[in-house]
């Protein structure tokens, strides 16, 4: 497959469930080698991955959701009770990371650029977390990213003794693909991307 081709294949997946075609252990090492491969600014490296199978990964959801329940009005909290049953009934997710000791270290140590480095960090973790979609899309692994970032923060550090100074920036939830979503509107190429010859 080529690059186009495996680019073409990412797409936010919402139907999902836990059969997969790669063993826990070859997710590890893909998401090993990703993160590795991927570019971040100044060499920083801030990004880091913690990745949730099976029962861990049901038990996110199952924290998340206690979470939303305090905060949802009951009357519409159907409809988050089935998305977090559609996340949970995934294989897994991916917990996104940014190490804040390091981009406050680099803003010391590069003075010049101390007002950059959070925005080279959130690009950094952009081209990772893009990275990583790709990467499943390729082997067939359907995909979605969530923000329930800040609210599960303190609960998710507590129960998988995560560095304080990690701040979660984003979930993937990833799982076998049930059904592939609907091509949707872009705008013309044309409209945003120009060239000058
Ligand atoms: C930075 C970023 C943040 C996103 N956050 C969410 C999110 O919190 N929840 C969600 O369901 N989708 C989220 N998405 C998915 C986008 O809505 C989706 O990628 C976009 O509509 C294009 O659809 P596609 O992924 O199927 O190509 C996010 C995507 C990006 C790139």
């Known amino acids: 497959?080529?690059?186009?081709?495996?680019?073409?294949?990412?797409?936010?997946?919402?139907?999902?469930?836990?059969?997969?075609?790669?063993?826990?252990?070859?997710?590890l090492q893909l998401i090993q080698t990703v993160t590795v491969l991927s570019p971040t600014?100044?060499?920083?490296?801030?990004?880091?991955?913690?990745?949730?199978?099976?029962?861990?990964?049901?038990?996110?959801?199952?924290?998340?959701?206690?979470?939303?329940?305090k905060i949802?009005?009951?009357?519409?909290?159907d409809s988050t009770q089935k998305k977090m049953n559609a996340f949970s009934n995934a294989k897994g997710t991916i917990l996104f990371f940014d190490d804040l000791q390091?981009?406050?270290?680099?803003?010391?140590d590069f003075a010049l650029y101390k007002d950059q480095f959070d925005m080279f960090a959130s690009h950094s973790m952009g081209i990772l977390q893009g990275n990583v979609w790709n990467a499943l899309a390729e082997k067939n692994i359907g995909a979605n990213l969530q923000h329930y970032n800040p609210l599960i923060d303190d609960q998710v550090k507590e129960k998988w003794n995560i560095p304080l100074h990690y701040q979660l920036?984003?979930?993937?939830v990833f799982g076998g693909i049930l059904e592939f979503p609907e091509p949707?509107?872009?705008?013309?190429?044309?409209?945003?991307?120009?060239?000058?010859?």
Do not use: C, G
């Open 1 to 27: 497959m080529n690059y186009l081709e495996t680019i073409s294949k990412r797409r936010s997946i919402y139907s999902l469930n836990d059969q997969i075609p790669l063993s826990d252990e070859d997710i």
């Open 41 to 69: 600014a100044f060499n920083m490296q801030s990004s880091h991955i913690l990745i949730l199978m099976n029962q861990a990964h049901r038990e996110l959801w199952e924290l998340t959701t206690q979470i939303l329940k």
């Open 72 to 77: 949802v009005p009951a009357s519409s909290f």
């Open 102 to 108: 390091v981009i406050e270290q680099l803003k010391k």
């Open 169 to 172: 920036t984003a979930q993937m």
């Open 184 to 197: 949707k509107d872009k705008l013309p190429a044309d409209q945003r991307v120009q060239a000058i010859y």
